[in-house]
Each structure stands twice: as C-alpha cells, then as structure tokens.
C-alpha cells in the first residue's frame, strides 16, 4: 500500500529514502527558506501523514487543513510545543518526536557552549582573526575556571542529566532542580536542590527543561540577579526559558559574567543587543546537528509514520 506524505523541509537522506519504499506521492518543503503558512498549509491539504519539525508552527488550522484522513504528525525533534496537542488529540491525529537519540549531541554541545564562554574562546578567536594580536599579555581575555567550579542543572532529564555525567572530568559539584530525583546523578554526588539554592550557588548554570507555561520565562530578572555575578548561564532547551530583553540587560550589566546560547526567545529573530555582547556566545540551535544524530532522527521519525500509517504502535507516541 502506497501513502500519500508530506515532508515539510528537506530532512537527511536516510529518512527519505525510508518512507520512499511506502510513499507515493512523496513531497518535500523547501529548504532556502522557512516554509510559509500558506505553503504549509497547502502542502499539509490531503495526505495522510505529514513529517514535520521544530521549526514550523503546526496549529489547528493546520491540522484540520490535513483532511480527516491524515493519521499522523511526525515530529523531527524531541520538543512538541509548537504543536496544538490537544487540537491533534481532538482530529485523532497522532503525534510522534524523537527523543533519547540526540541525546549526546546536545549534551556535548550544552559544555562546547560552557567551555567557550567560559574560557572566552569567540573572543580569542576574532582576535586573532582580525590581525590585531600582538603577543601574549598576562591580562589578555581572562575567563573563568572551570575544574572544581559547582554546576547548577535545570531539568534532569535525558540531557539534564548526561550534562551532569560530563561534569566528572572536571572534578565540579554537581547541584540539580527538578521535580524529582534523578539516580544517575545521585550516583555522581550532585544534590537535588530548589530553584534558588542553584542560582545561588553555582558557577554555571544549564537549563534543560522542556517549554510549558510554568517554564516560560523561568529565568528572568530576579533570577538572574540571584545568580553569582561571576556565573555563566547556558540554555539549550527552549528559547522562552529565558526572558531575553531581562538577559541582555543582565550581560550588559556585569549582574552575570557570561551566556551560552543555542536557542533564542523569538528565533530565527535575535535581540540585536545580544549579538552586540562580546561576553554572549550565539550559536543557530545546532543541540543536534551532528551527521549521525541528525540521520538518526530522520529515520526515527520516517519509521513512527510509517508504524502509524499501516496500523502499528509508533516508538514514539507523544502522549498529552
């Protein structure tokens, strides 16, 4: 049996090729630019799966735009907020994502971010790019240490807590939030503490919490001043985790020492701000984009839509 699918931006190959065995037709959104809505929605009109990501916003009108007989949004990505769950659980469309498998990828971005802005490496960079390095100084680009330092995690889940796991190369306490207790970083020494006690002590903090209207904005003015003024705050979750005009002021203000960003409040758009500050690192939401995790994901998510279009239990179900 053949079914009719949408993909909604070009995605690795190891994913197209899964669902071409099964699909036909079998379209691709475009990739020099975000899909439109009205493009989206058009592509959407018919088919009887669609894979997505996190990039286009799937409301209910784009939902109901899919027809009554489209089974399933497949989600490349593990966060669904840009997704009308309810909407998708009213039409009986199912939703997948793809968690576990980027995993790593973000964790070990969550520390090149940590590692950077800590040790200022952007800045050394540009330095020494612009011609006007003239030698080793004593005081030249001091950062801040990290071995013995005390790391401060929000939200220990599967990435939450594999950041942790890095930590014991360098020696760091280890400090966690989160709702409940974590045994692979009890098994590391990290204590479970409230919100304030890990801004309070920690020397860097990494936010992993997935975006819900309890987490939107969770760091804003009066957390950031609770932090150490010599503190970094890394965030690979989701931009609205983080009030983004509150962070600026605070990098601009000396209130914290420096941020690590892969997610932006109202991306792609960023503060211009924030991209003025030397003591920001700003990189494109890359938390996943190694060659093989990215594969990973495509297949993952072209197999969860295949399992739900010929009648099978996905993977991967994303429940409400």
Same mark, same amino acid.
């Given at each position: 049996?053949?079914?009719?699918?949408?993909?909604?931006?070009?995605?690795?190959?190891?994913?197209?090729?899964?669902?071409?065995?099964?699909?036909?037709?079998?379209?691709?959104?475009?990739?020099?630019?975000?899909?439109?809505?009205?493009?989206?929605?058009?592509?959407?009109?018919?088919?009887?799966?669609?894979?997505?990501?996190?990039?286009?916003?799937?409301?209910?009108?784009?939902?109901?735009?899919?027809?009554?007989?489209?089974?399933?949004?497949?989600?490349?990505?593990?966060?669904?907020?840009?997704?009308?769950?309810?909407?998708?659980?009213?039409?009986?469309?199912?939703?997948?994502?793809t968690p576990g498998v980027l995993t790593d990828a973000t964790a070990d971005l969550a520390w090149a971010?940590?590692?950077?802005?800590?040790?200022?490496?952007?800045?050394?960079?540009?330095?020494?790019?612009?011609?006007?390095?003239?030698?080793?100084?004593?005081?030249?680009?001091?950062?801040?240490?990290?071995?013995?330092?005390?790391?401060?995690?929000?939200?220990?889940?599967?990435?939450?807590?594999?950041?942790?796991?890095?930590?014991?190369?360098?020696?760091?306490?280890?400090?966690?939030?989160?709702?409940?207790?974590?045994?692979?970083?009890?098994?590391?020494?990290?204590?479970?503490?409230?919100?304030?006690?890990?801004?309070?002590?920690?020397?860097?903090?990494?936010?992993?919490?997935?975006?819900?209207?309890?987490?939107?904005?969770?760091?804003?003015? /009066? =957390?950031?001043? !609770?932090?150490?003024?010599? &503190? %970094? $705050?890394?965030?690979?979750?989701? @931009?609205?985790? +983080?009030?983004?005009?509150?962070?600026?002021?605070?990098?601009?203000?000396?209130?914290?020492?420096?941020?690590?960003?892969?997610?932006?409040?109202?991306?792609?758009?960023?503060?211009?701000?924030?991209?003025?500050?030397?003591?920001?690192?700003?990189?494109?939401?890359?938390?996943?984009?190694?060659?093989?995790?990215?594969?990973?994901? /495509? =297949?993952?998510? !072209?197999?969860?839509?295949? &399992? %739900? $279009?010929?009648?099978?239990?996905? @993977?991967?179900? +994303?429940?409400?």
């Amino acid at each position: 049996m053949s079914y009719n699918v949408f993909v909604t931006c070009p995605i690795p190959q190891a994913g197209i090729d899964l669902l071409a065995v099964q699909c036909a037709p079998l379209d691709v959104g475009p990739g020099d630019r975000p899909i439109a809505k009205a493009d989206l929605i058009e592509g959407v009109r018919g088919r009887d799966g669609v894979l997505c990501s996190i990039g286009q916003p799937i409301d209910e009108e784009v939902l109901a735009a899919a027809g009554k007989q489209c089974r399933v949004f497949a989600n490349y990505g593990v966060g669904v907020d840009h997704i009308d769950l309810p909407a998708a659980s009213r039409l009986g469309i199912v939703v997948t994502n793809t968690p576990g498998v980027l995993t790593d990828a973000t964790a070990d971005l969550a520390w090149a971010l940590l590692m950077s802005a800590a040790r200022r490496v952007v800045e050394g960079d540009r330095l020494v790019r612009s011609g006007e390095w003239t030698g080793w100084n004593p005081m030249q680009l001091r950062g801040l240490d990290v071995a013995g330092a005390t790391l401060g995690i929000i939200g220990a889940g599967r990435i939450g807590t594999a950041v942790g796991q890095r930590s014991t190369g360098f020696r760091m306490k280890v400090l966690y939030v989160d709702q409940r207790e974590s045994p692979d970083l009890d098994a590391i020494g990290a204590r479970r503490v409230d919100l304030s006690t890990c801004l309070a002590e920690s020397d860097f903090v990494s936010l992993h919490t997935p975006l819900t209207e309890e987490t939107c904005h969770l760091i804003s003015s /009066a =957390e950031l001043k !609770a932090m150490k003024p010599s &503190a %970094v $705050l890394i965030n690979t979750a989701r @931009g609205p985790v +983080v009030d983004e005009a509150a962070l600026v002021t605070a990098l601009k203000d000396g209130v914290i020492a420096a941020a690590g960003l892969d997610v932006y409040e109202n991306e792609p758009v960023i503060t211009a701000e924030l991209l003025a500050l030397d003591n920001a690192v700003c990189l494109p939401h890359l938390g996943s984009a190694t060659r093989s995790t990215r594969s990973r994901m /495509a =297949e993952m998510a !072209a197999a969860d839509l295949l &399992a %739900v $279009l010929s009648g099978r239990e996905p @993977g991967h179900r +994303v429940v409400l």
